[in-house]
């Protein structure tokens, strides 16, 4: 079974991309949905969230508006919460894994918004990076409900710039053409990776 590593920075068209992979009959892990799990009312991360930081607990669950100003507050905190977070999401790709292989699948794909920066791409056969123009991609993000040019910039601090993230890949989708000549390009690479 293959594995792929799916990233590219905000706004270039990643989870639209990770859809085309499940489409293709490639189950698709998400770490971002993996944390919504743990951050979920009763998740496995509410109560040490809740033990240092109680105010960002609402209803049983992670408020991650709140969780997001004491990382800011703090780039301490998020080192610490991620040293429990990463272990948690490792131990759900496991399982996805073992799924994925006894059902006969013959790759998986993990969407992984920091693959690079965490140094995900050592633990999967091919790394497959999506990409769009910076206009396109700002046009993208800045239509986002509630997002602001500072809050954009905030994010893209935190992420491999684009055109690094591209040097690095095994695999460049561009996003920036329509759907069908990305769900085009997603075919092909797929085809590669599996021959």
């Known amino acids: 079974m293959k594995t792929i590593g799916l990233t590219g920075s905000i706004g270039m068209g990643k989870?639209?991309?990770?859809?085309?992979?499940?489409?293709?009959?490639?189950?698709?892990?998400?770490?971002?949905?993996?944390?919504?799990?743990?951050?979920?009312?009763d998740g496995r991360a509410v109560p040490l969230i809740r033990a240092v930081f109680p105010d960002a607990i609402v209803d049983g669950a992670v408020d991650r508006k709140r969780l997001g100003e004491h990382m800011r507050a703090d780039p301490l905190n998020l080192e610490i919460l991620e040293s429990f977070i990463h272990p948690w999401v490792r131990d759900l790709r496991a399982e996805f894994m073992k799924t994925a292989k006894a059902r006969g699948a013959k790759a998986v794909v993990f969407d992984t918004p920091l693959l690079?920066?965490?140094?995900?791409?050592?633990?999967v056969d091919a790394?497959?990076?999506?990409?769009?123009?910076?206009?396109?991609?700002?046009?993208?993000?800045m239509a986002r409900p509630g997002m602001t040019e500072a809050l954009f910039?905030?994010?893209?601090?935190?992420?491999?710039?684009?055109?690094?993230?591209?040097?690095?890949?095994?695999?460049?989708?561009?996003?920036?053409?329509?759907?069908?000549?990305?769900?085009?390009?997603a075919s092909a690479v797929l085809k590669r990776i599996l021959a």
């Open 15 to 41: 989870s639209t991309t990770a859809q085309m992979f499940l489409e293709a009959g490639c189950p698709v892990f998400d770490a971002d949905a993996a944390v919504h799990r743990l951050y979920a009312k």
């Open 127 to 141: 790394t497959v990076v999506v990409t769009a123009p910076i206009a396109v991609q700002r046009a993208r993000v």
């Open 116 to 123: 690079f920066e965490t140094g995900g791409e050592k633990h």
């Open 153 to 185: 910039k905030m994010i893209l601090s935190k992420q491999m710039p684009d055109r690094e993230k591209r040097k690095r890949a095994d695999y460049i989708l561009h996003t920036d053409k329509g759907m069908e000549a990305a769900r085009a390009e």
